[in-house]
């Protein structure tokens, strides 16, 4: 896929990853993946443990193999990855959490390597938080990477129909910008709030952008019947 909308429709219309029964026109794709590096972070602090551990746990579960995840995840551990499990393009992301994670943490440099090494196999998106005054900053330096779809992380403290996002999908209309991962749903890290993650939040959002393409992570899970009323509703979710 050239774009990542064109990677998120083969993800819909190859139902996301799994097997691929016609291998000739499908077109397997992870709509939401991760790269990370996490060497200058602290990790014995008490914020970020109880978050690691939870990620352990998730890759074995959701990836079905043993071995422990790596401070370092880059493009090619990637690339391994998504070839054993058979994945043809992957939507891949970093963890955002910058306010936990401490300054010398870089969750866009990992992103946009990755995308740059592997054009053809990876469409990279990244967080922003509009909380963060520095947010369009960050949002330029990434579209001028490469980058072309963006995520945000209610939890972090916002809602995604609260004025703070408005601003951001607008800022995203007038970039080019169409896709936005929203997370909505489960929590790994204690300290923030699941109220700002419920599904519900995407109706005023979807009906006021309808040129915006809202991807819901983790199908919302246990709100999932919230989310399938939203996106019967609304067809840009």
């Known amino acids: 896929p050239d774009s990542v909308d064109i990677a998120v429709q083969s993800c819909l219309y190859s139902g996301g990853s799994?097997?691929?029964e016609d291998e000739e026109n499908n077109v397997i794709v992870d709509c939401?993946?991760?790269v990370w590096d996490l060497r200058k972070v602290n990790m014995e602090d008490p914020k970020i443990v109880p978050f690691w551990d939870k990620m352990m746990e998730h890759g074995r579960i959701l990836t079905r193999e043993r071995a422990p995840l790596e401070h370092l995840q880059d493009g090619d551990a990637l690339i391994a990855f998504m070839d054993r499990q058979g994945i043809d393009h992957a939507c891949t992301t970093s963890f955002g959490h910058k306010k936990v994670m401490g300054e010398a943490?870089?969750?866009v440099g990992v992103v946009i390597e990755a995308?740059?090494?592997y054009p053809k196999r990876v469409t990279g998106y990244v967080s922003i938080n509009p909380l963060v005054s520095t947010w369009k900053d960050e949002f330029k330096f990434a579209l001028d990477n490469g980058i072309r779809?963006?995520?945000i992380y209610p939890p972090e403290g916002y809602y995604a129909d609260g004025p703070e996002c408005y601003e951001v999908y607008e800022h995203c209309l007038k970039n080019g910008v169409k896709t936005i991962f929203v997370h909505v749903g489960l929590l790994s890290m204690r300290a923030l709030e699941l109220k700002y993650a419920h599904?519900?939040?995407l109706?005023?959002?979807a009906r006021d952008f309808p040129d915006l393409n809202f991807v819901a992570e983790h199908f919302a899970y246990p709100w999932e019947n919230d989310l399938i009323a939203v996106?019967?509703?609304q067809p840009n979710v």
């Open 18 to 20: 799994g097997v691929n």
């Open 32 to 34: 939401e993946s991760r």
């Open 105 to 107: 943490y870089d969750p």
């Open 115 to 117: 995308q740059q090494k």
């Open 149 to 151: 779809a963006i995520s």
């Open 199 to 201: 599904p519900l939040t």
């Open 203 to 205: 109706d005023n959002p």
């Open 231 to 233: 996106a019967w509703k």
